[in-house]
């Protein structure tokens, strides 16, 4: 529940702002489980008035939220939309073709020095 809100928000997970939201909805529908699965969408709006969070608790249910999966101690991530998931995509193949920047200067220096001798 808290990934969620976090993400909803733009927060961390346990800023007083995720926290908040997240004890008001507890206040009122009493437990996570409940929010997560039956809360229909007028009451979630109504207690939340947010209409992010509220369409993210419903694609949740569905199984609808894309998650770019994490690698080597590196966490997964939520994505919000195709936009979000292009630009993550564009910037792991920036950094990909960083972390190449130096192997490939090695290969030309290689060359250079092949040409030599």
Not at 58 to 67: A, S, W
Not at 83 to 108: A, G, L, M, R, W
Request: net charge positive.
């Amino acid at each position: 529940m808290h990934e969620i809100l976090s993400l909803g928000l733009g927060k961390g997970m346990n800023t007083k702002t995720v926290w908040a939201v997240y004890n008001k909805l507890i206040e009122n529908f009493e437990n996570e489980f409940n929010i997560l699965l039956n809360i229909n969408e007028q009451e979630l709006i109504r207690v939340l008035d947010n209409k992010l969070l509220v369409d993210l608790i419903l694609k949740n249910r569905q199984g609808k939220i894309k998650v770019k999966p994490g690698y080597d101690g590196v966490y997964g991530k939520a994505l919000l939309g195709e936009s979000s998931e292009k630009s993550s995509e564009k910037s792991s193949e920036e950094k990909i073709k960083e972390q190449n920047k130096p192997v490939e200067k090695q290969n030309n220096l290689i060359e250079k020095q092949s040409k030599l001798f």
